[in-house]
C-alpha cells in the first residue's frame, strides 16, 4: 500500500511540475504577445496623430461671412374668439 502511495505521489508531482512548466510557458508567450501589441497600437496612434497651427490666411483663402436673417413678412394669421362662448370646454376646437 505504501508503494502505491509513493508510486501515486511521485506521479502527481510530476502532472504538477509538468503543468507549472506549461504555465511559465503560456504566461512568456502572453507577455511577448503583449509586448508586440503594445508596439502595434503604439505605431498605430502615431500614424493618425495630427497637429494643426494658426497663421495668416493664405492669398485667396475663402472665409466664411456672418449669416444674415432674412426679412419675413409680419405674420397675419389670426385667431378669433368670436364664435366661442365662455364656458368649460370651449377652448378646445372640436368641428361640428
Do not use: C, H, W
Not at 494658426?54 to 405674420?75: D, V
Request: overall charge negative; hydrophobic content about 35%.
Amino acid at each position: 500500500m505504501a508503494k502505491q502511495q509513493e508510486q501515486f505521489a511521485s506521479t502527481l508531482q510530476m502532472q504538477i511540475d509538468d503543468a507549472n512548466a506549461e504555465t511559465e510557458r503560456l504566461r512568456a508567450e502572453f507577455a511577448a504577445e503583449s509586448a508586440a501589441a503594445t508596439a502595434q497600437a503604439d505605431a498605430d496612434v502615431s500614424a493618425y496623430t495630427t497637429t494643426a497651427t494658426m497663421g495668416e490666411l493664405p492669398t485667396g483663402g475663402q472665409t466664411t461671412a456672418a449669416t444674415t436673417k432674412k426679412k419675413k413678412p409680419n405674420s397675419s394669421l389670426k385667431i378669433s374668439s368670436a364664435g366661442t362662448a365662455n364656458k368649460a370646454g370651449s377652448g378646445l376646437n372640436i368641428g361640428v
